[in-house]
């Protein structure tokens, strides 16, 4: 979900809840500006890819750079300025710096083009990004599978694919309810 404000003196994106990839063409006169979480993000010329979601706020930065901050500078110490790979994580207290390569960032983008790339991912973080991207919900029924790794590349709309290849490769029972896909072992 998402709102947009277009100002003489700014660009403005407030992104509630979901993902959502920027490209943008950087004007020091009018900056694009993507509000996330309790936080601005401010472009300085880039590409980059914002998540929120109910317990964090993630900005990765494909090319370029952006300022990652706490609006009201409270919080010095959770401001940064990300370039090409930098991955910040924040929650309401903290901040994460992480550094993706340039393969890791394009399997993160996989849903712009409509696919879902897991990579020794566990099931329940796979089952995760399934469910943002369909009605029919995957529930995995115990943290022993849940724990399982999968490997693969999945078109993000293809559940039964997904809950097929659980089944012959991992080896784990499938209960189909209609709107819900039960994973267990």
Request: glycine share 8%.
């Amino acid at each position: 979900r998402s709102r947009t404000r277009m100002t003489t003196a700014e660009r403005t994106v407030w992104l509630d809840k979901g993902e959502a990839f920027f490209e943008v063409k950087h004007d020091a006169a009018h900056p694009f500006v993507v509000m996330v979480g309790g936080r601005r993000v401010t472009d300085l010329g880039t590409e980059f890819r914002v998540l929120r979601d109910s317990k964090r706020t993630e900005v990765t930065v494909v090319a370029g750079r952006v300022r990652f901050e706490a609006p009201d500078a409270q919080a010095p110490l959770q401001t940064a300025v990300l370039t090409q790979g930098d991955v910040a994580t924040a929650t309401a207290g903290s901040m994460l710096l992480t550094k993706k390569s340039q393969s890791a960032l394009n399997n993160e983008l996989g849903w712009r083009r409509g696919v879902l790339v897991f990579r020794y991912t566990p099931l329940s973080e796979a089952v995760a990004e399934f469910n943002r991207y369909n009605e029919t919900k995957i529930v995995v029924g115990d943290t022993n599978a849940a724990k399982l790794k999968i490997y693969g590349t999945f078109r993000a709309t293809h559940v039964e694919d997904f809950t097929a290849l659980a089944q012959m490769v991992l080896g784990l029972h499938i209960k189909n309810d209609g709107n819900e896909i039960v994973i267990s072992r």
